[in-house]
């Protein structure tokens, strides 16, 4: 009886020992994962830290990286101001903004009246009449304004065009608005009233209040 007895006790301190080992085990795996993610993230920050030393040393010492990127900027920045200004033309000479082809083919200055001897208008200064041909290249409809051009003196003065002086051109008061089909054309006079003193530089015309505009010299 005393030799049945002792015989499972043998075999519970064999699983004990069994149970022991597993647990050993299973910690020493445990322990591998956690050293070698800890070895991967120092290796992440070592890959981190690199290029900003190297940009700093860049920066610091002028290398070509830190030199280029402020001029890179520069350029584009120049470049973007130089698409703001409006393009310029001269005299009969075609130019193009939008959807109109403007040319501008006569100008008069000096003007104090317009109109008829029975039916006509003063001006506060003088009367400057620019001639220009509007063409339509575009293939929809573009109403022209008169309200949408400026005149520049040569002190760089911006007068806007006297819509209400137009109306006592006749026929040629069409350039105070009229809109143009695609394909088609108009031929009108521009009516500006500067300072008597002042000389006109150049004119502004837009094919509507928000497009770029060119500019076309008058000297």
């Known amino acids: 009886m005393s030799d049945q007895t002792a015989q499972p006790k043998k075999k519970g301190g064999c699983f004990r020992l069994i149970g022991i080992g597993v647990v050993a085990f299973v910690g020493l795996i445990v322990l591998i994962v956690i050293v070698s993610q800890l070895g991967g993230?120092?290796?992440?920050?070592?890959?981190?830290?690199?290029?900003?030393?190297s940009e700093t040393t860049a920066a610091t010492d002028g290398g070509a990286p830190a030199d280029?990127?402020?001029?890179?900027?520069?350029?584009?920045?120049?470049?973007?101001?130089?698409?703001?200004?409006?393009?310029?033309?001269?005299?009969?000479?075609?130019?193009?903004?939008?959807?109109?082809?403007?040319?501008?083919?006569?100008?008069e200055t000096g003007k104090k009246q317009i109109g008829t001897e029975y039916l006509n208008t003063?001006?506060?200064?003088?009367?400057?009449?620019?001639?220009?041909k509007v063409a339509n290249k575009?293939?929809?409809?573009?109403?022209?304004?008169?309200?949408?051009?400026?005149?520049?003196?040569t002190q760089n003065r911006k007068a806007s065009a006297d819509t209400e002086a137009a109306?006592?051109?006749?026929?040629?008061?069409?350039?105070?608005?009229?809109?143009?089909n695609p394909g088609n054309s108009l031929s009108g006079v521009i009516v500006f009233d500067i300072a008597a003193d002042a000389t006109p530089d150049h004119i502004e015309l837009h094919d509507s209040a928000f497009s770029g505009g060119v500019q076309v010299s008058l000297k």
């Open 41 to 53: 993230g120092g290796d992440d920050n070592t890959s981190t830290t690199e290029p900003a030393a």
């Open 68 to 107: 280029n990127r402020p001029a890179t900027t520069d350029n584009k920045a120049e470049e973007d101001k130089g698409d703001d200004k409006p393009r310029t033309a001269g005299l009969n000479q075609p130019t193009n903004d939008g959807k109109f082809t403007f040319t501008v083919t006569k100008i």
């Open 122 to 132: 003063k001006a506060q200064g003088q009367f400057v009449l620019v001639h220009v």
């Open 138 to 153: 575009s293939d929809e409809p573009q109403t022209f304004f008169g309200d949408n051009q400026y005149l520049f003196d």
């Open 167 to 180: 109306i006592y051109m006749g026929e040629e008061s069409q350039s105070l608005f009229e809109e143009i």
